[in-house]
T-cell receptor
Framework: AAGVIQSPRHLIKEKRETATLKCYPI?????VYWYQQGPGQDPQFLIS???????DKGSIPDRFSAQQFSDYHSELNMSSLELGDSALYFC??????????????FGPGTRLTVL | KQEVTQIPAALSVPEGENLVLNCSFT??????LQWFRQDPGKGLTSLLL?????REQTSGRLNASLDKSSGRSTLYIAASQPGDSATYLC????????????FGKGITLSVRP
């Protein structure tokens, strides 16, 4: 079965550079969620989109922005990168909107290292 | 604000032992609770999801229970194997318009051969 695809899987950037992470949800899933997991930490919710509109916002820095496109894929744009942005970034998707009953399926994550 | 706690942070058991992993949450007004497995540096694999109206879910050697009123869930692993070694995270989904998952910090399980 198709899963959530994230690219790239690994990314190395310098401080103050920008990065773009991409997420391709499971086919026919209409909702995408982004989470950030720092070293030794639990995943923290960043932002979510339903039908290409932002549906919820968590602890996402102002330096980050995201959007969901007409084909339902999503991109997380990160500017002015800081050392503390080094983390594993997960994308998850679900199939019946942001209603609480649905299961979120997680991608393999993008490991971002900021030097 | 929802807080999810998993204690202890690490657990080491001999192969074949039955074990229970605990999860507690502060706000009992949840829609569902999900248990995940995470191998080092890897992604999150969903193990079991329990809706707020359910008491337990089973999948193979895994059984998860939910006591919403007391804010607790347990993940029972029967006949543990070295391949079960991983970090197990509990996550809850709150009621209301907020659709995010709130995770615990996880329990790192080591099953000794």
């Amino acid at each position: 079965a198709a899963g959530v695809i994230q690219s790239p899987r690994h990314l190395i950037k310098e401080k103050r550079e920008t990065a773009t992470l991409k997420c391709y949800p499971i086919p026919r899933h209409d909702t995408v969620y982004w989470y950030q997991q720092g070293p030794g930490q639990d995943p923290q919710f960043l932002i979510s989109f339903y039908e290409k509109m932002q549906s919820d916002k968590g602890s996402i820095p102002d330096r980050f922005s995201a959007q969901q496109f007409s084909d339902y894929h999503s991109e997380l744009n990160m500017s002015s990168l800081e050392l503390g942005d080094s983390a594993l970034y997960f994308c998850a998707s679900s199939s019946i909107g942001p209603r609480p009953g649905d299961t979120q399926y997680f991608g393999p994550g993008t490991r971002l290292t900021v030097l | 604000k929802q807080e999810v706690t998993q204690i202890p942070a690490a657990l080491s058991v001999p192969e074949g032992e039955n074990l229970v992993l605990n999860c507690s949450f502060t706000d009992s007004a949840i829609y569902n609770l999900q248990w995940f497995r995470q191998d080092p540096g890897k992604g999150l694999t969903s193990l079991l999801l329990i809706q707020s109206s359910q008491r337990e879910q089973t999948s193979g050697r895994l059984n998860a229970s939910l006591d919403k009123s007391s804010g607790r869930s347990t993940l029972y692993i029967a006949a543990s194997q070295p391949g079960d070694s991983a970090t197990y995270l509990c996550a809850v989904r709150d009621t209301g318009a907020n659709s995010k998952l709130t995770f615990g910090k996880g329990i790192t399980l080591s099953v000794r051969p």
